[in-house]
């Protein structure tokens, strides 16, 4: 299970600064900003073990804002710790390039659990920071949504289709299930 703590979601907008607005336990210090986000996580892990979070401290989607990103991503490195959590994912940068840092490097020296990063990595530049310990996974986002048999063409060294933005959000099967495979999947129609 993964927590959903980024994209103006409900749990982001108590953690940036440009959306919190609260004073009292709940409002102000960081510590107070990530209260509820750590308490959801203890309570969800009570139902189960494997709880990973989502965090994207840099997007400004959804009219986002920090007033220091990278401070916020690094004090949440230092206190997901003690959470158990089975992986932090983190998407290194903003949608719309609002806000800019680096906010991977400083989660990677605090966080000691497994970290999944996301955002524009093509397959050579995974391996190389997976190669050089920076991460430990990546997570693609529209080269899977555009290669369904993403695992096999990045094992293959295959070509990727390219996605097609226009049919981002569709609402039929066009831009989920038509982009070709390298094989036929297993029940797909002739
Ligand atoms: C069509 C589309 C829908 C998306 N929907 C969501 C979403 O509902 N929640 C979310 O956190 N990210 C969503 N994303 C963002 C992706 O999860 C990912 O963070 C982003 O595409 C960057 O990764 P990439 O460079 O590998 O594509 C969406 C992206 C696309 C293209």
Redesign the pocket.
């Known amino acids: 299970m993964e927590v ?1 703590g ?2 103006g979601y409900l749990l982001d907008t108590f953690l940036r600064d440009g959306s919190n607005q609260r004073s009292g336990p709940y409002g102000g210090p960081i510590e107070n900003r990530a209260r509820l986000l750590l308490e959801v996580i203890e309570a969800v892990r009570v139902e189960t073990e494997l709880v990973g979070l ?1 965090l994207l401290p840099l997007n400004s989607y959804n009219a986002m804002r920090d007033s220091d990103p990278v401070a916020l991503a690094s004090w949440l490195a230092d206190h997901l710790n003690d959470t158990g959590l089975a992986f932090l994912h983190v ?1 290194r940068g903003d949608f719309f390039q609002q806000q800019q840092g680096d906010v991977l490097t400083p989660v990677r020296e605090r966080f000691k659990g497994v970290l999944i990063a ?4 093509s397959s050579a530049e995974a391996n190389a920071a997976i190669g050089a310990g920076a991460i430990d996974a990546v997570a ?4 899977f ?1 555009a290669n369904l048999d993403l695992p096999e063409r990045l094992r293959l060294g295959a070509p990727l289709n390219a996605s097609n933005p226009a049919t ?2 569709s609402q039929g099967p066009a831009g989920y299930t038509d982009y070709p495979t390298l094989h036929p999947f297993p029940g797909a129609p002739p």
């Not at 693609?140 to 080269?143: D, I, L």
């Open positions: 959903h980024a994209n989502r998407m996301n955002m524009g990595y693609f986002g529209t080269a949504l981002f959000y």
